[in-house]
């Protein structure tokens, strides 16, 4: 039913009878190409083509708006190169099923705005980090190294917002939709570590049955959450609330026969549980006379009750458990242009993990993991981020250095330059250079940085 | 009679008091022989940053020329609303929207206050994000939107950044602009005003500026460095728009040339509607959250 109403509704788009200054179509081609930092002779690692279309039909001026945008990829390293043969089917699975990324129907009068069908909603003001921005889904195929816009998974969804004063907004989500975030398949570049080991270990076993338990589409298990923003003075900010279920499962594994070693059989069985967000946001810019004008601050501050969180050894593949656990992440971020063009913007922030240290067989080490990587944590994990940027020419050629990571020490450092060719043609080269131990979210990478390039050209 | 004398005398510094305290928000000034280059430079001011309407809507076009006449291109969809509200001391507020391909949805929002110690709050919607940023303010001197325009003479000089000497009236001699060949203002009765920045060091020493005597608008520009050699010229056409009985001067097109490395930046504006009493909720984050693209 949904696909039809897609189809009618795109066919109506392109529809002569839309012609006019009412119908604004846009898109792009990106090629995106990357080589393994170490062996660049050989590695190809990805060679994805990209094509987006979007559509905007104001039906009545701005009252009333329908907008689309629908995007095919092809990755065709998954083609070239034999070692990511296996991977091919689960490449192909996300390309088969992310092709629309928006289509809804805008409504704006007065104090109210809703924005009815699929979309993403980024709440918080981090860069890089959800602390709030949690309401969609994640897609972690190339694990975070994709823009925000591209990581998040639309869900279909009602986004109701009502103004009741100036510069103020409360944002109540209705998200009946559900889609598990997503992460590398096996024998593709980000195949986390955890993964891999998984698989090394199923495949000893006489047997494992595997099975994945998705919500019910019922109302109740939809998704609720709601946002209030608002100003005092120079201050912005807001409060967040979001109760739904966890975009990713929690492994049972069971031991069905044999003994627990090799040639033993399992039943592992996948289900999502419900989580809360408590969370506010912040910014601020100073803008009166004094030393600190100029300086924009910004932070996150998110409370998860009930988020499921892994432990175990990363390094032997053992998850000795999963808990359902009160965890804290906060951020704080201080933005400033120095000099002439030169943009500085730093973040420091923790994520908490409420009990220190799990309670597992004492004959492993027992580590948290990262719930998005599933690389081991801190139970007081520190993160921090540095980003300049600046550009010359005109703003046609831009650079940008992006620092990452944890006081571990693990992270990523990715430089960037990307030059406008012409008005619709950029092209970006950058490396990804990841560090740390095999255990870490960014160290289990290590062997992965890499060399890349895009070519887009916008329509 | 005397007290007459002094009534009349007191009456009579009443204009130079209302400009020396600035000017009130939406009416229309224009410069008169007789007027200091401080007066003079208040309405070039006024005039500048559309104080005299209650709101106005454009489409703007920038064309970045390099030397060897290579052209890009970007279009924005322009907004702004005229408070001059001392509650919170909002001068006014600009939205501005990119409709270029490349750059489709990319939004900023500006409140510049009416303080001119106080810089401006900024946000940025930033498509790849799906995301409002709230920006620290550009250094006044950083490139605009990656013209030869500076920041600050687009969006921050206020009159209290410079100090001003009038240099006298002369009837400018023309400009003809390299975008469309056309030669403009030939003839036209202008102020010469020299004008100096306060802060020092600054990257430039002086500006030489031209105001016409019938709008107020500052049609011309020589920007000097610090050795004193001219850099950069700054060209602006003024129309004269007529809404509600009243004449409103507005920019239609600026052309902007760095004569160092013979870069230039064309700006026009298009379609242009004032006072079509657009609602301050317009300028919001909420408005910036709305952006399709």
Redesign the interface.
């Known amino acids: 039913m949904k696909k039809l109403v897609l189809i009618v509704a795109l066919l109506l788009c392109f529809s002569p009878a839309f012609a006019g200054d009412r119908f604004t179509l846009?898109g792009?081609l990106k090629n995106e190409l990357s080589l393994r930092a170490e062996s660049l002779n050989s590695d190809l690692t990805k060679f994805k083509n990209i094509i987006q279309l979007?559509g905007?039909y104001k039906i009545k001026d701005d009252e009333l708006?329908f907008?689309t945008k629908m995007r095919y990829w092809y990755d065709a390293a998954f083609d070239w190169r034999d070692k990511y043969d296996q991977g091919q089917d689960a490449a192909g699975h996300v390309q088969r099923t992310d092709w629309l990324r928006?289509c809804y129907l805008?409504y704006?009068r007065d104090?109210w705005?809703l924005?009815l069908g699929k979309q993403?909603v980024?709440w918080g003001?981090a860069?890089g980090v959800a602390v709030l921005?949690r309401v969609n889904p994640f897609d972690l195929t190339e694990y975070w190294l994709q823009?925000?816009?591209d990581l998040?998974i639309p869900l279909w969804m009602a986004n109701i917002?009502y103004?009741p004063k100036?510069?103020s907004?409360l944002q109540f989500l209705v998200i009946p939709d559900f889609e598990q975030s997503t992460s590398a398949p096996l024998y593709a570049p980000f195949t986390t570590y955890s993964y891999i080991r998984y698989e090394d270990w199923r495949k000893a076993q006489a047997g494992v049955d595997q099975q994945i338990y998705f919500p019910a589409q019922k109302f109740e298990n939809s998704t609720f959450a709601f946002q209030w923003?608002d100003r005092i003075g120079?201050l912005?900010y807001t409060f967040n609330y979001l109760n739904g279920f966890y975009y990713s499962a929690r492994n049972f594994t069971i031991l069905k026969t044999g003994t627990g070693g090799p040639n033993s059989t399992w039943q592992v069985t996948r289900t999502f549980k419900r989580y809360e967000i408590y969370g506010s946001s912040f910014?601020?810019?100073v803008?009166?006379?004094g030393p600190l004008?100029?300086?924009?601050f910004?932070g996150d501050f998110g409370y998860y009750r009930d988020e499921p969180i892994y432990y175990g050894d990363p390094l032997i593949a053992s998850s000795s458990g999963i808990k359902r656990w009160d965890n804290i992440m906060w951020i704080l971020g201080a933005?400033?242009?120095?000099?002439?063009?030169l943009?500085l913007s730093g973040q420091f922030g923790q994520y908490i993990l409420q009990h220190s240290k799990p309670n597992g067989p004492t004959a492993r080490r027992n580590f948290i993991f990262n719930p998005y990587t599933y690389g081991s944590a801190d139970p007081v994990e520190n993160i921090f981020t540095f980003k300049a940027s600046t550009?010359f020419m005109?703003?046609?050629l831009r650079a940008e250095v992006l620092w990452s990571g944890t006081d571990d020490p693990q992270g990523r450092l990715s430089p960037k330059v990307s030059y406008?060719l012409?008005?619709?043609l950029?092209l970006t080269l950058g490396l990804h250079y990841f560090y740390g131990s095999l255990m870490d979210s960014n160290g289990q990478y290590r062997d992965q940085s890499q060399i890349y390039s895009s070519v887009?050209y916008?329509? | 009679m005397k007290k007459l004398f002094l009534l009349l005398a007191a009456l009579a510094l009443i204009p130079g008091y209302c400009l020396a305290a600035g000017l009130e928000y939406f009416q229309v000034y224009t410069p008169k022989d007789g007027m200091s280059a401080d007066e003079i430079m208040q309405i070039e001011y006024f005039v500048k940053y559309t104080r005299f309407a209650h709101d106005v809507k454009m489409l703007g076009k920038s064309y970045f020329v390099d030397k060897a006449g290579g052209v890009r291109e970007k279009a924005t969809s322009r907004t702004r609303i005229t408070l001059g509200r001392k509650s919170d001391d909002i001068a006014y507020k600009d939205l501005v929207i990119f409709t270029t391909p490349q750059v489709r949805g990319m939004g900023t929002l500006t409140w510049t206050y009416m303080n001119p110690a106080k810089q401006p709050d900024s946000w940025l919607w930033i498509p790849s994000l799906k995301k409002i940023r709230k920006i620290s303010a550009s250094n006044s001197d950083d490139s605009f939107l990656g013209s030869d325009f500076t920041v600050e003479d687009i969006l921050t000089r206020k009159f209290e950044d410079e100090t001003y000497v009038l240099k006298g009236s002369e009837n400018f001699k023309g400009y003809t602009c390299e975008f469309n060949k056309k030669t403009y203002f030939a003839g036209v009765p202008c102020f010469v005003i020299e004008a100096r920045p306060k802060k020092s060091p600054w990257y430039y020493s002086k500006r030489m500026l031209w105001v016409d005597k019938s709008t107020g608008g500052g049609i011309y520009e020589e920007k000097y460095d610090v050795t004193g050699r001219i850099y950069q010229t700054i060209f602006k056409n003024f129309e004269i728009f007529n809404v509600n009985n009243k004449a409103y001067p507005t920019q239609t097109l600026l052309e902007v040339k760095d004569l160092r490395t013979g870069h230039r930046t064309v700006i026009t504006n298009d379609n242009i509607k004032y006072d079509q009493g657009l609602k301050e909720d317009l300028f919001s984050e909420r408005s910036l959250m709305q952006s399709r693209w």
Do not use: C, H, M, W
Request: net charge negative; hydrophobic share 20%; no cysteine.
């Open positions: 846009s792009y979007a905007e708006v907008f928006d805008d704006n104090s705005f924005r993403q980024a003001q860069d921005d823009d925000f816009e998040r917002n103004a100036l510069n907004n923003s120079d912005n910014n601020k810019s803008t009166n006379p004008q100029g300086f924009t910004r933005d400033k242009t120095i000099f002439t063009k943009s550009n005109n703003d046609r406008e012409k008005d619709n950029l887009k916008s329509f």
